[in-house]
T-cell receptor, first 112, second 116 residues
């Protein structure tokens, strides 16, 4: 079945540091890929998405590129802020019924 | 426009009791999804419902768990005879139509169930 693997966390960075969060996936078809973010005390929010190979999703300074050859969708940001502290989930959808398969999530803490 | 509303936010039950979790989707949304997040785990799909219909319940445990989304009122996730292993955060999400490959689900803040 479909699966999503995220790097182990948590991750702690200083403000303005470069961020990479790794995500790889296994899927039988051609899934769409997503990053969701969960701020403390809130529900998950869609951060960005990519629906086909080589697409780049971007939002709020975050980017991720759909790499079919490496089955990856790594999340990057050039300069993190304290307000980026949250839990980040990588996910895929096989398109059928919008059922999302999530990774375990990774907690990012950004120090001032 | 109110978001997805879940209640209660926190629920404590003793083993053997019943837990009922409610979810009101965003206005205009007719598709509801329930996910469970166990400690140190990602979100796991449980069930997908449209009004009065269960579309996909492949992630629901075979016993004790049920879900409904009536014509009027919120969606309900019901857990009978709870056990300690049911302790988790239960998230509801909604979408306006079949979201297909957009995958854009709108999540509630979750209901945290603790079984003593």
């Amino acid at each position: 079945g479909d699966s999503v693997t995220q790097m182990e966390g948590p991750v702690t960075l200083s403000e303005e540091a470069f961020l990479t969060i790794n995500c790889t996936y296994t899927a039988t078809g051609y899934p769409s890929l997503f990053w969701y973010v969960q701020y403390p005390g809130e529900g998950l929010q869609l951060l960005l998405k990519a629906t086909k190979a080589d697409d780049k999703g971007s939002n709020k300074g975050f980017e991720a590129t759909y790499r079919k050859e490496t089955t990856s969708f790594h999340l990057e940001k050039g300069s993190v802020q304290v307000s980026d502290s949250a839990v980040y989930f990588c996910a895929l959808s096989d398109g059928a019924n919008s059922k999302l398969t999530f990774g375990k999530g990774i907690t990012l803490s950004v120090r001032p | 426009n109110a978001g997805v509303m879940q209640n209660p936010r926190h629920l404590v039950r003793r083993r053997g009791q019943e837990a009922r979790l409610r979810c009101s989707p965003m206005k205009g949304h007719s598709h509801v999804y329930w996910y469970r997040q166990l400690p140190e785990e990602g979100l796991k799909f449980m069930v997908y419902l449209q009004k009065e219909n269960i579309i996909d319940e492949s992630g629901m445990p075979k016993e004790r768990f049920s879900a409904e989304f009536p014509k009027e009122g919120p969606s309900i996730l019901r857990i009978q005879q709870v056990v300690r292993g049911d302790s988790a955060a239960y998230f509801c999400a909604s979408s306006p139509l079949l979201a297909g490959n957009t995958g854009e689900l709108f999540f509630g803040e979750g209901s945290r169930l603790t079984v003593l």
